[in-house]
């Protein structure tokens, strides 16, 4: 019992601080994960980060899944998440019951004026941090594209468009494979 | 029944958000605003700014403003639960048979194939994104500053917002 609570607390203080989503907040569940409570060693989280980077879902909802399902199977997987999730979920709510009324307002339409090219300049920064971590050849150029072409203009569903290039992908290194 | 319809249209984004928050931009644009019309652009970008000054991942952020804005407190719940249920399953999945999937090649192949069209999705959703949010030359610029200090001098985005906030009261 308190186990649960403390994997409990300790998910809920890493989602209430994650700002900005992704990256930012591996400082703290490393303190918090292996620092403070040794839940994992630092080779286990690594190894979560791995998994977390080719599994869908944010990398905090999969590493406190991961950590609640070893320290304390399901019920443990299902409290960590739970955790995690929350404090977002309560400030959102908030936010949107309170404050959302006020966008007809004058002074509000003119701060998202300002806002939206500022959510267009995060993204296109998101997409040159990741296309320079990503160390770019020709074929992932040309995948990129690709993709970019058939969201834009040919209207295909991103979930077609993610199972077509793993499956080709799969097929590419599996002959390559056989030729060796 | 729309409850129903929110929760699968967030299952299958939370399915396939590989890649962090922004890559299921252009499936939750594809999901909310043009098969089903819950949401329009405009609101899609104002509550992406909401998003992204609050604390926590943005798939839940933006799952729970979103879920709300279409079927209440319900709506949210729904929208919150589809969007971790995979991950939670693949997660559960994957802890139970660590060393197995680690080593596998094909887990490895698939991903090499998905990376570049994370990066594509990532930039079909800042298109789609800009064609809304860039109105004028004033707005260009903004966003061509903002992009310089977000890329290359570390401005935090939460400070971006807030100064972009500020600057839209003075130039609009």
Request: glycine share 8%; charged share 15%; hydrophobic share 55%.
């Given at each position: 019992?308190?186990?649960?609570?403390?994997?409990?607390?300790?998910?809920?203080?890493?989602?209430?601080?994650?700002?900005?989503?992704?990256?930012?907040?591996?400082?703290?569940?490393?303190?918090?994960?292996?620092?403070?409570?040794?839940?994992?060693t630092s080779d286990e989280f690594v190894d979560i980060l791995a998994i977390a980077e080719v599994t869908p879902g944010p990398v905090a909802v999969n590493t406190s899944t991961y950590v609640?399902?070893?320290?304390?199977?399901?019920?443990?997987?299902?409290?960590?998440?739970?955790?995690?999730?929350?404090?977002?979920?309560?400030?959102?709510?908030?936010?949107?019951?309170?404050?959302?009324?006020?966008?007809?307002?004058?002074?509000?339409?003119?701060?998202?004026?300002?806002?939206?090219?500022?959510?267009?300049?995060?993204?296109?920064?998101?997409?040159?941090?990741?296309?320079?971590?990503?160390?770019?050849?020709?074929?992932?150029?040309?995948?990129?594209?690709?993709?970019?072409?058939?969201?834009?203009?040919?209207?295909?569903?991103?979930?077609?468009?993610?199972?077509?290039?793993?499956?080709?992908?799969?097929?590419?290194?599996?002959?390559?494979?056989?030729?060796? | 029944?729309?409850?129903?319809?929110?929760?699968?249209?967030?299952?299958?984004?939370?399915?396939?958000?590989?890649?962090?928050?922004?890559?299921?931009?252009?499936?939750?644009?594809?999901?909310?605003?043009?098969?089903?019309?819950?949401?329009?652009?405009?609101?899609?970008?104002?509550?992406?700014?909401?998003?992204?000054?609050?604390?926590?991942?943005?798939?839940?952020?933006?799952?729970?403003?979103?879920?709300?804005?279409?079927?209440?407190?319900?709506?949210?719940?729904?929208?919150?639960?589809?969007?971790?249920?995979?991950?939670?399953?693949?997660?559960?999945?994957?802890?139970?048979?660590?060393?197995?999937?680690?080593?596998?090649?094909?887990?490895?192949?698939?991903?090499?194939?998905?990376?570049?069209?994370?990066?594509?999705?990532?930039?079909?959703?800042?298109?789609?994104?800009?064609k809304d949010a860039i109105i004028d030359i004033k707005s260009f610029v903004l966003m061509a500053i903002l992009f310089y200090l977000t890329s290359f001098k570390k401005l935090h985005p939460?400070?971006?917002?807030?100064?972009?906030?500020?600057?839209?009261?003075?130039?609009?």
């Amino acid at each position: 019992m308190e186990l649960l609570f403390k994997l409990f607390w300790s998910f809920f203080k890493i989602g209430a601080f994650t700002i900005g989503g992704g990256y930012a907040m591996l400082p703290l569940i490393q303190r918090e994960v292996v620092e403070e409570n040794n839940w994992l060693t630092s080779d286990e989280f690594v190894d979560i980060l791995a998994i977390a980077e080719v599994t869908p879902g944010p990398v905090a909802v999969n590493t406190s899944t991961y950590v609640g399902y070893k320290k304390a199977g399901l019920k443990g997987a299902l409290i960590c998440t739970l955790g995690t999730i929350l404090p977002s979920f309560i400030i959102i709510l908030l936010i949107v019951i309170f404050f959302w009324g006020y966008r007809g307002n004058p002074i509000i339409e003119k701060v998202f004026l300002g806002i939206r090219p500022a959510v267009s300049a995060l993204i296109f920064s998101a997409v040159y941090k990741l296309g320079k971590t990503m160390k770019l050849n020709k074929t992932m150029i040309i995948g990129a594209l690709l993709t970019i072409f058939s969201i834009l203009f040919l209207d295909l569903s991103p979930i077609v468009i993610i199972l077509i290039s793993s499956i080709s992908s799969i097929v590419y290194f599996k002959n390559k494979e056989k030729k060796i | 029944m729309n409850i129903l319809k929110l929760f699968i249209s967030f299952l299958k984004i939370g399915a396939f958000s590989f890649g962090g928050g922004y890559a299921m931009l252009p499936l939750i644009q594809k999901e909310l605003i043009d098969v089903h019309g819950w949401i329009t652009t405009k609101e899609f970008i104002d509550i992406l700014a909401v998003v992204e000054m609050t604390p926590g991942p943005v798939a839940i952020n933006s799952a729970t403003f979103l879920g709300y804005k279409v079927g209440g407190f319900l709506g949210s719940v729904a929208a919150t639960v589809g969007v971790v249920l995979p991950s939670i399953v693949i997660i559960l999945i994957i802890a139970h048979f660590l060393s197995k999937f680690k080593s596998s090649p094909y887990v490895s192949w698939a991903f090499t194939g998905i990376r570049p069209v994370v990066l594509g999705l990532i930039t079909s959703a800042s298109l789609t994104v800009a064609k809304d949010a860039i109105i004028d030359i004033k707005s260009f610029v903004l966003m061509a500053i903002l992009f310089y200090l977000t890329s290359f001098k570390k401005l935090h985005p939460i400070l971006v917002i807030v100064l972009a906030g500020v600057v839209g009261v003075f130039i609009y």
